[in-house]
């Protein structure tokens, strides 16, 4: 399937800047885990989702979260879309250590 790169970032739509966002340095693990919550919560108003490790430390996927308020994306109207940042190929993974398919790469 072929298709244009998407004009705007989810930030664009949802009206949220990444740099508004403290780095999780500055957070606790609560305070991290609240604005994720929060922030899954929002994502599915517009049909979003977020798949992430379940292993995956808090800052890191604070991070990646925020982040995809960076990402061009088309908004659906049906359905949902996944920010899934798993290629498949573990030794690449941006998860490293954490990646869900290392397991299975391994064997």
Known sequence: M??????H????????????FPPPEQLND??????LKAFQ???????FDIDLPKLLPLPIAYKMTVETLNTNTAIVTNGE?????????????????????????NK
């Open 81 to 105: 879309m996944t920010f899934d940042f798993c290629s498949g190929y573990a030794p690449d993974c941006v998860f490293k250590e954490y990646c869900s398919c290392l397991k299975f790469w």
């Open 9 to 20: 970032t989810f930030g664009y739509y949802c009206g949220l800047d990444a740099i508004n």
């Open 30 to 35: 609560n305070e991290i885990k609240i604005v």
């Open 41 to 47: 919560k929002m994502m599915f108003t517009w049909n």
């Open 2 to 7: 072929e298709r244009k790169e998407p004009p």
